[in-house]
């Protein structure tokens, strides 16, 4: 089964840029997506296909994807971007898969 | 809107039962995912049922999973047997369009506790 890897916190101050980043075998040669998860919200994709942001998303946040690693970026980090964060591919033998997940705190 | 209902806490052994709800919208063009966030292991996808009831499960939980659609009550549910402590967790029902990869649409999760 193929295997998303992310680092399980990352920590930033206000005002600066959050990198979270998500490893996989050749991920570069597939589509990720990246979800907000809040506690007691519904989650939210706020990148598809890579670097796609979806409408209502602030242009704050943005993705990129090559070789091993899918990275996201949240520029001028504000309070309210502290959350869990999930990358997720689709694979044809497993479906849909998610990464560990990582928890940005924001200081 | 998506929301999900069921009890909360479940005894070893029993069988969870979850029901989303798809309200503002018809649920029969869309295929619905239950997927589930653990403390451990992060989200794990469960199972969907398409817009034309096929299903599909994670093979780690295929033994034990239902996902079945009730179209008349804009609903579609979770049976999960045998559970045990490592399935106590955060469960999301969620919507997916056509051939797209992701989940565009999520309810807010509900709790379920396996306890005896």
């Known amino acids: 089964s193929y295997v998303l890897t992310q680092p399980p916190s990352v920590s930033v101050a206000p005002g600066e840029t959050a990198t979270i980043t998500c490893g996989g075998n050749k991920i570069g040669s597939r589509s990720v997506h990246w979800y907000q998860l809040k506690p007691g919200q519904a989650p939210e994709v706020v990148i598809s296909y890579d670097s796609d942001r979806p409408s209502g998303i602030p242009e704050r946040f943005s993705g990129s994807n090559s070789g091993n690693t899918a990275t996201l970026t949240i520029s001028r980090v504000e309070g309210g971007d502290e959350a869990d964060y999930y990358c997720q591919v689709w694979d044809s033998s497993s479906d849909w898969v998610f990464g560990g997940g990582t928890k940005l705190i924001v200081l | 809107q998506l929301q999900e209902s069921g009890p909360g806490l479940v005894k070893p052994s029993d069988t969870l039962s979850l029901t989303c709800t798809v309200s503002?919208?018809?649920?029969?063009?869309?295929?619905w995912s239950w997927i589930r966030q653990t403390p451990g292991k992060g989200l794990e996808w469960i199972g969907y049922?398409?817009?034309?009831?096929?299903?599909n499960y994670n093979f780690s939980l295929k033994s034990r999973v239902t996902i079945s659609v009730e179209m008349s009550k804009n609903q579609f549910s979770l049976k999960l047997s045998s559970v045990t402590v490592a399935d106590t967790a955060v469960y999301y029902c969620?919507?997916?369009?056509?051939?797209?990869?992701?989940?565009?649409?999520w309810g807010q999760g509900t709790l379920v506790t396996v306890s005896s």
């Open positions: 503002g919208g018809s649920i029969s063009p869309y295929d």
């Open positions: 049922i398409s817009h034309s009831g096929t299903t």
């Open positions: 969620a919507r997916r369009i056509g051939t797209i990869e992701y989940f565009d649409s």
